[in-house]
């Protein structure tokens, strides 16, 4: 099963725009992710937020957690044409974590 | 410092074949997971080892399915009599031992069936 579900499902922006992509969860969690998959290719971890922070950063990226709405945001500034990808959230659930079933992101040039 | 690998990348198998996969994980990490992707989803997951003992196992595995990693090194992933419905991304996972968090995983690069 899976508990994330990511919203939109497929999203395309010029290159230098911001994207914003949102994660919604059902259970509650200790914490929750981020990971990039470029087509074809395995996933790579982007950021974590802990059930106690309410927002990250790291580089271009910015992670929102709100746990009173079981959601979170991932915003991609200045977006480039690498940041093609699909992204997807995922949530701890005992010692695995279960993921949504991604946004996918299209940078046009 | 290598990353997880999997082997084969591809594989391309006729219906009621065995098929076998192989994940070599990060070399300090004693925790490792099997997930199953098709396409426009989500990995889901498999099963998980803690060294060379198998913790827990998802409903999704079915009796074709098989996983082991004998000396809590590598591991493999063996699916018996495959069906099409097997045809997916099989994606390898790593993460925990001394000072690692159990937290983030870390991928390797899958391996593609397809299952005619």
């Known amino acids: 099963s899976q508990q994330g579900e990511e919203d939109p499902q497929a999203l395309s922006i010029q290159e230098g725009e911001n994207a914003t992509m949102n994660c919604s969860y059902k259970?509650?969690?200790?914490?929750l992710q981020w990971y990039r998959q470029n087509s074809g290719r395995g996933l790579v971890h982007l950021i974590l937020i802990r059930s106690n922070e309410r927002e990250k950063h790291s580089g271009r990226l910015r992670v929102t957690l709100d746990t009173s709405k079981k959601s979170s945001s991932l915003l991609i500034t200045a977006s480039r044409a690498a940041d093609t990808a699909s992204y997807f959230c995922a949530t701890d659930a005992g010692d695995k974590i279960i993921f949504g079933k991604g946004t996918r992101l299209h940078i046009l040039p | 410092d290598t990353g997880v690998s999997q082997d084969p990348r591809h594989k391309i198998t006729k219906r009621g074949q065995n098929v076998t996969f192989r994940c070599d994980p990060i070399?300090?990490?004693?925790?490792l997971y099997w997930y199953r992707q098709t396409l426009g989803q989500g990995p889901e997951f498999l099963t998980y080892?803690?060294?060379?003992?198998?913790?827990?196992k998802s409903r999704l595995l079915s009796d074709r399915f098989s996983a082991e990693r004998p000396k809590g090194s590598f591991s493999t992933l063996e699916i018996q009599r495959t069906e099409q419905g097997d045809s997916a991304m099989y994606l390898c996972a790593s993460n925990g031992g001394s000072g690692v968090s159990t937290d983030t995983q870390y991928f390797g690069p899958g391996t593609r069936l397809t299952v005619l």
């Open positions: 259970t509650s969690i200790n914490n």
């Open positions: 070399s300090e990490h004693n925790r």
């Open positions: 080892f803690q060294n060379e003992a198998q913790l827990e």
